[in-house]
T-cell receptor
Framework: GDSVTQMEGPVTLSEEAFLTINCTYT??????LFWYVQYPGEGLQLLLK?????DKGSNKGFEATYRKETTSFHLEKGSVQVSDSAVYFC??????????????FGQGTTLQVKP | NAGVTQTPKFQVLKTGQSMTLQCAQD?????MYWYRQDPGMGLRLIYY???????DKGEVPNGYNVSRLNKREFSLRLESAAPSQTSVYFC?????????????FGPGTRLLVL
């Protein structure tokens, strides 16, 4: 079945460091890929998405590129801030079947940014 | 602009008790979802409602029931709570099922079953 695997956390960085959170997926067909962010005490918010191979999603300084050849969608940011401390979820949604509306989530990666 | 609201925020139950988690959205969305979030496992879909009047099982439906009361409201019921149902529950909605639409999430309900 479809699945998403993220790197283990927590990831602890100093402010202004470079961030990479790895995400790989297994799916048949051509899924859309998403990154959601969950700030402490809040629900999930869509951070960015990509709907086809080689698409780059970007938002708030975060970027991720849909790599079909490596089945990956790694999240990157050039300079993190304390306010980026949150849990980040990679997810996929597959189209073209009866399951088209369902999101499949990875286990989440906690990011802690220290001043 | 409330978006997706959930009540209660936190609940403690004893094994065997029942309760209903409430969810409402004010975005005129057709589709609504219930997820549970457990440590190290991400979010898993419990039930969803693709449109008003329909509900379907997700990945982990056992022990739960749902009701799509109207277009705005989608409730999740635990008839006989078990410790394995201790989790954080999220409701979400999207404009439609199966398209490119974003799912919008509520703030969650933290449930502890003793």
């Amino acid at each position: 079945g479809d699945s998403v695997t993220q790197m283990e956390g927590p990831v602890t960085l100093s402010e202004e460091a470079f961030l990479t959170i790895n995400c790989t997926y297994t799916a048949t067909g051509y899924p859309s890929l998403f990154w959601y962010v969950q700030y402490p005490g809040e629900g999930l918010q869509l951070l960015l998405k990509a709907t086809k191979a080689d698409d780059k999603g970007s938002n708030k300084g975060f970027e991720a590129t849909y790599r079909k050849e490596t089945t990956s969608f790694h999240l990157e940011k050039g300079s993190v801030q304390v306010s980026d401390s949150a849990v980040y979820f990679c997810a996929l949604r597959r189209y073209g079947s009866s399951n088209t509306g369902k999101l499949i989530f990875g286990q989440g990666t906690t990011l802690q940014v220290k001043p | 602009n409330a978006g997706v609201t959930q009540t209660p925020k936190f609940q403690v139950l004893k094994t065997g008790q029942s309760m209903t988690l409430q969810c409402a959205q004010d975005m005129n969305h057709n589709s609504m979802y219930w997820y549970r979030q457990d440590p190290g496992m991400g979010l898993r879909l419990i039930y969803y409602s693709a449109s008003e009047g329909t509900t379907d099982k997700g990945e982990v439906p056992n022990g739960y029931n749902v009701s799509r009361l109207n277009k705005r409201e989608f409730s999740l019921r635990l008839e006989s709570a078990a410790p394995s149902q201790t989790s954080v529950y999220f409701c979400a909605s999207s404009e439609n099922w199966g398209g490119q639409e974003t799912q919008y999430f509520g703030p969650g309900t933290r449930l502890l079953v003793l």
